[in-house]
Nanobody, 123 residues
Framework: VQLQASGGGLVQPSSSLRLSCAVS????????IGWFRQAPGKEREGVSC????????NYADSVKGRFTISRDNAKNTVYLQMNSLKPEDTAVYYC?????????????????WGQGTEVTVSS
């Protein structure tokens, strides 16, 4: 089982990025996928999550209206579209799988994590 996050980079405030989480070794359609982030000196926090069939999505209050999570089960990939980026979005972003149909706010419920992709928002 592997998750590979990609798409990070250095962008200016108000820019957009799309992160991808490519999964292998399991059937993506059966499980929920979450995105998390950890900024320097801060604890890891949940950003967004999507249920197995994309029937439900969750967002942290800090990203609501700016970020959109989606999934393409045929491509074994989950996306995080990030618009109107702010400096406070700077962090390493991780995707993780929860071996359940639906999301959880508890990061301990997620079993396998990708290696992270770094997002830096700075002018």
């Amino acid at each position: 089982v592997q998750l590979q996050a990609s798409g990070g980079g250095l962008v200016q405030p108000s820019s957009s990025l799309r992160l991808s989480c490519a999964v292998s070794g399991f059937t993506l359609s059966n499980y929920a996928i979450g995105w998390f982030r950890q900024a320097p000196g801060k604890e890891r926090e949940g950003v967004s999550c999507i249920s197995h069939a994309a029937g439900s999505t969750n967002y942290a209050d800090s990203v609501k209206g700016r970020f959109t999570i989606s999934r393409d089960n045929a491509k074994n990939t989950v996306y995080l579209q990030m618009n109107s980026l702010k400096p406070e979005d700077t962090a390493v972003y991780y995707c993780a799988v929860r071996y359940a149909l639906f999301c959880s706010d508890n990061s301990l419920q997620y079993s396998v994590w990708g290696q992270g992709t770094e997002v830096t928002v700075s002018s």
